[in-house]
């Protein structure tokens, strides 16, 4: 059965949304809308310009007309009387086909100063013409001005002009640019035709690269979803064709998803070691505990009537409480160590810490072989007490694991800037497993005596000085411990 997840399809159903309101819809509305003002200002432009050039070729042809006819002396009696001149009978003397034609090309009349048509040589006015004159109105003001004017004739456009005569007639002059409009017409449906064509393109196009750029988008949220599901391992993956800024982005939060996973194991780890650390030191505080709160009541019960058994048992309270003692001041230490604390820097031998070290072995076991490789001095710039700790650790160690006829070397020397320090046993050695947790606090190889604090200790104080402590073992081949510091610490004598 498929279980539904909180954080997995609320992220991946709005980021996939194909909605107005996506990221792909909005980009691809935005270049749409971009596009279609692009076309509608470029076609505004060319219509504009278009019919800006074919009404000034119109307009040109109407002004040189009406240029010629005012720069003659013509009176409307000898425009009768010239009747037979091509001007008067193509122009002004309409052909009698031209009375079915409801939009001619060009119309041409004769109006009084009242404004009405007046026909020439006997022949009757169209329809066109009667239009004409209704149309231009007041005809004088049309021969005083500059340029054409539009008129609307009979339903079709026109640009019209006028002349006066010498005997106060006026002829009107009117060019039709109805080719003009239906040329734009179709220019016009023409643009939007092929806008939209472009527009349904472009949006097909931007909707698939914005699909193809937007992949690694969706990659980062399916890796989120996954994360937050508890596959802390997830990565995002790198496309084949990124961009510099999605590649950024990825590297980025590939680097932060590392950081959450190595932040998480971390947090765990310590959780777990401080919980195994809490039940282990219960379990070391209670068995002290346990015997002195025994022998008490022993004694409280008056059970302990010979003198003898009494001093035992004042013994064993002394020791346990001696043995608590000790873990106290162990954990003690460790806490300050895990609080980073402040060192007493100070020039030390350490050389000297090392023979001090080897002779108290030697006091304490007479009977095992030690061998020294200090000799001379060596300062390093540490914490005296820390160094004496570490070392008095090391050899309390060897003295609880090995038996007292193994060998014991102590080695100090100075390579490559570093100090090291070894402690080297022939004793009975660790196994793989109890190696790798021979620094866990509590841990004790085989259940082995001591608090099992020793190493731990060892290894907080070198950390604290920025140095580092390793081991080397196996079974039947000792024990080697090798504690080195750093060469800023570390000052030749």
């Given at each position: 059965?498929?279980v539904?997840?909180p954080?997995?399809?609320p992220?991946r159903h709005s980021?996939?949304?194909?909605?107005?309101h996506?990221l792909?819809?909005?980009l691809?509305?935005?270049n749409v809308?971009?596009l279609?003002?692009?076309i509608?200002?470029t076609?505004a432009v060319?219509l504009?310009?278009?019919?800006?050039?074919l009404l000034?070729q119109?307009?040109?042809?109407?002004i040189?007309?009406?240029d010629?006819l005012?720069?003659s002396?013509?009176?409307?009696?000898?425009?009768?009387?010239?009747?037979?001149l091509s001007?008067?009978?193509?122009?002004?003397?309409?052909?009698?086909?031209?009375?079915?034609?409801?939009?001619?090309?060009?119309?041409y009349?004769?109006?009084?100063?009242r404004?009405?048509?007046v026909?020439?040589?006997?022949v009757?006015l169209?329809?066109?013409?009667?239009?004409l004159?209704r149309a231009a109105?007041?005809?004088?003001?049309?021969?005083q001005?500059?340029?054409?004017?539009?008129?609307?004739?009979n339903g079709?456009?026109?640009?019209?002009?006028?002349v006066r005569l010498?005997?106060g007639?006026?002829i009107?002059?009117?060019?039709?640019?109805e080719?003009?409009?239906?040329g734009?017409?179709?220019?016009?449906?023409?643009d939007?035709?092929v806008?939209g064509l472009?527009?349904v393109l472009?949006a097909c196009?931007t909707?698939?690269?914005?699909s193809?750029r937007?992949?690694?988008?969706e990659?980062?949220?399916e890796t989120?979803?996954?994360?937050?599901?508890?596959d802390?391992?997830?990565?995002?993956?790198?496309?084949?064709?990124p961009?510099q800024?999605v590649e950024?982005?990825?590297?980025?939060?590939?680097?932060?998803?590392?950081?959450?996973?190595?932040a998480?194991r971390t947090r765990e780890?310590s959780?777990?070691?401080?919980r195994?650390?809490?039940?282990?030191a219960s379990?070391e505080l209670?068995?002290?505990l346990?015997a002195i709160?025994?022998?008490?009541?022993?004694?409280?019960?008056?059970?302990?009537?010979?003198?003898?058994e009494?001093r035992r048992a004042?013994d064993?309270?002394?020791?346990e409480?001696?043995?608590m003692?000790?873990?106290v001041?162990?954990?003690?230490?460790?806490a300050?160590?895990?609080?980073?604390?402040q060192?007493l820097?100070?020039?030390?031998?350490?050389?000297?810490?090392?023979r001090?070290?080897?002779?108290d072995?030697?006091?304490?076991?007479?009977e095992?072989?030690?061998?020294?490789g200090?000799?001379?001095a060596?300062?390093?710039?540490?914490d005296?007490s820390g160094?004496?700790k570490?070392l008095?650790?090391?050899m309390?160690?060897?003295?609880?694991?090995t038996p007292?006829?193994?060998?014991v070397r102590?080695g100090l020397e100075?390579?490559?800037g570093v100090?090291?320090l070894?402690?080297?046993?022939k004793?009975?050695?660790?196994c793989e497993?109890?190696a790798a947790r021979?620094?866990?606090?509590?841990?004790?190889?085989?259940?082995?005596?001591g608090?099992?604090?020793?190493?731990a200790?060892v290894q907080?104080?070198v950390?604290?000085h920025?140095?580092?402590?390793a081991?080397r073992t196996?079974p039947g081949?000792?024990?080697t411990?090798t504690?080195?510091?750093?060469?800023?610490t570390a000052?030749e004598a």
């Amino acid at each position: 059965m498929k279980v539904f997840h909180p954080f997995r399809h609320p992220l991946r159903h709005s980021f996939c949304n194909r909605g107005l309101h996506s990221l792909r819809a909005k980009l691809t509305l935005a270049n749409v809308a971009l596009l279609a003002l692009g076309i509608v200002a470029t076609t505004a432009v060319s219509l504009m310009g278009m019919r800006y050039y074919l009404l000034d070729q119109v307009d040109t042809e109407l002004i040189k007309m009406r240029d010629s006819l005012g720069s003659s002396e013509l009176t409307i009696r000898k425009v009768d009387s010239l009747g037979a001149l091509s001007f008067v009978k193509d122009k002004l003397v309409p052909e009698a086909t031209d009375k079915d034609r409801s939009a001619p090309d060009s119309i041409y009349t004769a109006v009084d100063d009242r404004g009405r048509a007046v026909g020439i040589l006997d022949v009757p006015l169209t329809e066109a013409q009667i239009g004409l004159a209704r149309a231009a109105g007041d005809a004088p003001a049309l021969a005083q001005d500059t340029g054409p004017h539009d008129v609307t004739v009979n339903g079709a456009s026109y640009r019209v002009t006028a002349v006066r005569l010498s005997d106060g007639t006026y002829i009107l002059m009117a060019a039709s640019t109805e080719a003009l409009h239906m040329g734009m017409s179709k220019a016009l449906r023409l643009d939007f035709a092929v806008g939209g064509l472009l527009l349904v393109l472009l949006a097909c196009l931007t909707m698939m690269s914005v699909s193809r750029r937007m992949r690694p988008l969706e990659d980062m949220v399916e890796t989120s979803s996954a994360i937050a599901e508890g596959d802390l391992t997830r990565r995002v993956p790198s496309s084949h064709h990124p961009t510099q800024e999605v590649e950024q982005l990825r590297l980025a939060l590939n680097s932060m998803l590392h950081q959450v996973e190595s932040a998480y194991r971390t947090r765990e780890r310590s959780a777990a070691q401080l919980r195994r650390f809490v039940g282990d030191a219960s379990h070391e505080l209670r068995t002290p505990l346990s015997a002195i709160r025994g022998y008490l009541q022993l004694y409280d019960k008056g059970m302990l009537s010979d003198p003898a058994e009494r001093r035992r048992a004042w013994d064993r309270v002394l020791a346990e409480t001696d043995r608590m003692g000790r873990l106290v001041d162990e954990l003690l230490t460790l806490a300050r160590l895990d609080q980073e604390p402040q060192l007493l820097l100070r020039n030390v031998d350490l050389s000297r810490l090392v023979r001090d070290a080897a002779e108290d072995l030697r006091v304490q076991q007479p009977e095992r072989p030690i061998s020294v490789g200090a000799d001379g001095a060596l300062l390093v710039r540490a914490d005296e007490s820390g160094l004496r700790k570490v070392l008095g650790n090391l050899m309390g160690n060897v003295r609880t694991h090995t038996p007292e006829d193994v060998p014991v070397r102590l080695g100090l020397e100075r390579e490559d800037g570093v100090v090291r320090l070894c402690v080297e046993d022939k004793g009975p050695g660790l196994c793989e497993e109890d190696a790798a947790r021979v620094f866990d606090r509590f841990f004790r190889a085989g259940g082995g005596a001591g608090s099992g604090l020793g190493l731990a200790i060892v290894q907080g104080v070198v950390l604290a000085h920025g140095g580092e402590v390793a081991v080397r073992t196996a079974p039947g081949e000792g024990l080697t411990v090798t504690v080195t510091l750093p060469a800023r610490t570390a000052l030749e004598a």
